[in-house]
């Protein structure tokens, strides 16, 4: 069993300077959208006839000590972001940024306080909630052929009843969710929100030519010297082809975090 390093006890941050720190990486990102030479993916079509991969989620969590209005809220929350991602196709050469196609969130757009993780606990932002659909893109992406270029996780751990490494946070706009089409054909999203779930498909114009499995390797729980716990792991997908045989064994991504009280 691999033995990790340990992560340092969370400290307060001057909050002053944590504020000129997100103002700096905030027009940092916006640079790097204008001058990075990225062709982002923009442009929405009618839906294609294969589905390559779909996937549903609750849409509450239920958690412990949070009100349940907030969880309502992240809904509307949902359903405004994904009015700006519905039906958007990701062209060969072309790049999904969660970030760049919803913008930033704001009571003037619709968006309600919702539920956000801060600094290890639960809280209430405008917009709350988005990273259940962040997360949500990132476990559908990694079943397709799709390239995910840029992902963060939580620094805590939030999903002790899932596979750990399986989420995707978001924080407007660095922390973003990039996925690149290095692939022949195009791929669409196509995203819902029902009565209790969040559902979600990517399509193609050509039928799917492998099936994957998520797995993870080398997970542990350690203790930390100053007390707390940690939890980590490696990701993994094994590739299939049509008929079930395996045919290849991917590293997705190594990931740490603290866990939660």
């Known amino acids: 069993m691999e033995i990790y390093r340990s992560i340092n006890e969370p400290k307060e941050r001057n909050p002053i300077r944590q504020r000129l720190g997100v103002i700096y990486y905030i027009f940092k990102r916006h640079m790097y959208w204008v001058f990075g030479g990225i062709k982002f993916a923009k442009i929405r079509t009618n839906e294609f006839e294969y589905t390559y991969f779909s996937h549903q989620t609750p849409l509450l969590r239920h958690l412990k000590g949070i009100d349940i209005s907030l969880e309502q809220?992240?809904?509307?929350?949902?359903?405004?972001a994904l009015?700006?991602?519905?039906?958007?196709?990701?062209?060969?050469?072309?790049?999904?940024?969660?970030?760049?196609?919803?913008?930033?969130?704001?009571?003037?757009?619709?968006?309600?306080?919702?539920?956000?993780?801060?600094?290890?606990?639960f809280s209430e932002g405008i917009g709350g909630g988005l990273c259940h659909l962040s997360g949500f893109l990132y476990w559908m992406s990694l079943h397709t052929t799709l390239t995910i270029t840029e992902r963060h996780r939580h620094g805590y751990?939030?999903?002790?009843?899932?596979?750990?490494?399986?989420?995707?946070?978001?924080?407007?706009?660095?922390?973003?969710l990039m996925i690149r089409n290095d692939t022949t054909q195009p791929f669409q999203l196509i995203i819902e929100v029902s009565d209790d779930h969040l559902k979600g498909a990517?399509?193609?114009?050509?039928?799917?030519?492998?099936?994957y499995e998520i797995y993870e390797k080398e997970h542990l729980i350690q203790k930390e010297p100053w007390g707390g716990h940690t939890r980590h792991n490696h990701l993994h997908r094994k590739i299939y082809d049509l008929d079930g045989?395996?045919?290849?064994?991917?590293?997705?991504?190594?990931?740490h975090a603290i866990v939660m009280d």
């Open 245 to 255: 045989k395996q045919v290849g064994d991917e590293f997705v991504a190594e990931n």
């Open 73 to 80: 809220n992240k809904i509307t929350n949902l359903q405004i």
């Open 202 to 211: 990517w399509r193609s114009n050509n039928p799917p030519i492998y099936k």
């Open 157 to 176: 751990d939030t999903t002790p009843d899932k596979l750990f490494g399986s989420d995707a946070t978001c924080f407007y706009n660095y922390k973003d």
């Open 83 to 121: 009015k700006r991602v519905n039906k958007v196709t990701i062209y060969p050469g072309e790049v999904f940024s969660f970030w760049k196609l919803i913008g930033k969130t704001t009571e003037r757009k619709g968006y309600l306080k919702g539920v956000i993780l801060q600094k290890g606990a």
